[in-house]
Nanobody, 125 residues
Framework: QVQLVESGGGLVQAGGSLRLSCAAS????????MGWFRQAPGKEREFVAA????????YVSKSVKGRFTISRDNAKNTVDLQMNSLKVEDTALYYC??????????????????WGQGTQVTVSS
């Protein structure tokens, strides 16, 4: 298993950009599909983006497609989420997550068994 710590959240104006980073500790990072999820108050946790174990495949949710990009660096044990053209509705607590070892690309939160504590992103109008 891996331990995950998110950083990079903050307050930005609509239309602005923010880059979130997730640092992982442990020796199995490259064995895990990595994903980003978000949760706003009163709403269910929502899938944002995922990347395959060696970074060859990516999937981004419809709500952020064309604006957000996920990437990873297995040599550094990090996964990032570049967020551009931010909207007020992007405001949420953003979580980095690792899926079960050797799984395929997945958007299901139940398939992820390692979670960071989250970083807050707030977009003002």
């Amino acid at each position: 298993q891996v331990q995950l710590v998110e950083s990079g959240g903050g307050l930005v104006q609509a239309g602005g950009s923010l880059r979130l980073s997730c640092a992982a500790s442990g020796r199995t990072f490259s064995n895990h599909v990595m994903g980003w999820f978000r949760q706003a108050p009163g709403k269910e946790r929502e899938f944002v983006a995922a990347i395959s174990r060696i970074g060859g495949s990516r999937y981004v949710s419809k709500s952020v497609k064309g604006r957000f990009t996920i990437s990873r660096d297995n040599a550094k044990n990090t996964v990032d989420l570049q967020m551009n053209s931010l909207k007020v509705e992007d405001t949420a607590l953003y979580y980095c997550a690792a899926a079960r070892q050797y799984s395929g690309l997945t958007t299901r939160h139940a398939d992820y068994d390692n979670w960071g504590q989250g970083t807050q992103v707030t977009v003002s109008s």
